[in-house]
């Protein structure tokens, strides 16, 4: 694979692209899902969690020294043969398409409850998949400039949460480790679909310009995203405390209501900007992970008309998902199947590289 020179990724477009690949919807409810397992202990819970895109950190940098310019669909055909590669890796883009079609919907509800009622959902659906499918269209190399702006634009929104510390206790965070050992472990099971996506790296690590840094700019990116993961739900706990965290939707949104800094008239709307364009990111980079592996199958046809004919399988995939609960249930049910899928996959497609080289 050789990228065009207007299609290169640099060592740090991909740390934010990272970033962009992990923090989806599942940041702004996993202290909702975590306080009911590990209680006060769910941050270090989080942090236990980030073993997981180590580990497939460990697989990318492998492969990527191994096949620098080659990427996963193109092994798994190599080593599978074409048939059962092919078969492989659709099967690989099916747990992709159910985070786009399941958190599209997640940002609707979000977008009605907080700041856009007058808008129903698929309204809202057809507006943001098509500003995701889009910017997705013009290239990775934008996406990467967009990832990296948008995290500059949106820390600061997230950091301010320290400034209104003192209106809640740090005994909402006490007794460390009150909730046992096996707790603290089966809470950093939860996290798993929230760390999910780094995956999709190795299929883009051949757009990166310098292959020597993607280790580097890997761990960078899981450790920004580890920070930001632990930072928001200690905050939420320490706001709120485990009842009231337990019984929000959506609990890191429902932290921003309590804050009151004088420089700032409504917080909580630059909150909800800034969350709103972490999950437009999110979709963004799947909606041209799942185009690109598309292509894959159809290399006859025109990037555009893929674009186009995805664009309202997309839209009417997430009209099933418009009920807030009904989405939750759903990804309860699939998350744990689409890991082990993921985790078992890429590590045979390892195994594969280090037997037959």
């Known amino acids: 694979m050789n990228p065009s ?6 060592p740090s477009q991909l740390i934010f692209i990272v970033n962009g690949l ?3 919807v599942g940041i702004l409810i996993l202290p909702n899902s975590l306080v009911k397992i590990t209680q006060q202990d769910a941050c270090i819970s989080t942090a236990i969690g980030a073993v997981y895109p180590l580990y497939i950190c460990l697989i990318i940098t492998y492969i990527s020294k191994k096949h620098p310019n080659h990427n996963i669909l193109f092994l798994s055909k190599k080593y599978l043969g074409n048939f059962m590669g092919s078969i492989m890796n659709l099967l690989f883009l099916i747990p992709f398409i159910f985070i786009i079609f399941t958190v599209t919907p997640s940002i609707t509800n979000i977008l009605r409850i907080y700041s856009a009622e007058f808008l129903s959902p698929f309204k809202l659906i057809i507006i943001i998949t098509g500003v ?3 910017t997705a269209y013009n290239g990775i190399n934008l ?8 995290f500059y634009v949106s820390l600061p929104l997230i ?5 209104a510390v003192q209106k809640s206790s740090i005994l909402n965070l006490l007794p460390v480790f009150g909730s046992g050992f096996n707790n603290i472990l089966k809470g950093s099971i939860e996290t798993l679909y929230s760390y999910t996506g780094l995956e999709l790296v190795l299929l883009i690590y051949p757009y990166v310009n310098d292959k020597k840094k993607i280790k580097n700019s890997l761990l960078k990116g899981i450790f920004l995203t580890t920070l930001i993961y632990v930072w928001c739900v200690f905050i939420t706990v320490y706001y709120f405390g485990l009842d009231l965290t337990s019984k929000s939707l959506w609990p890191v949104l429902s932290a921003s209501e309590i804050i009151d800094i004088p420089i700032i008239n409504s917080f909580r709307y630059l909150f909800m900007l800034s969350w ?9 980079i ?3 992970i799942a185009v690109y592996i598309l292509k894959d199958f159809m290399k006859k046809t025109d990037t555009k008309k893929i674009y186009f004919f995805i664009y309202p399988i997309l839209v009417f995939l997430s009209t099933f998902f418009t009920n807030e609960i009904t989405r939750r249930n759903f990804l ?3 998350t744990p199947i689409m890991v082990i899928f993921l985790v078992i996959y890429v590590s045979f497609i390892a195994l594969l590289v280090r037997i037959k080289g």
């Open 159 to 163: 950091i301010l949460p320290l400034f």
């Open 276 to 284: 709103t364009l972490i999950l437009l990111r999110c979709i963004t």
């Open 286 to 288: 799947y909606c041209f």
């Open 143 to 150: 996406i990467g400039e967009i990832c990296k702006i948008i």
């Open 22 to 24: 992990l923090i989806g």
């Open 132 to 134: 995701c499918l889009y």
């Open 5 to 10: 020179q207007n299609e290169v990724l640099t």
């Open 332 to 334: 309860v049910k699939v």
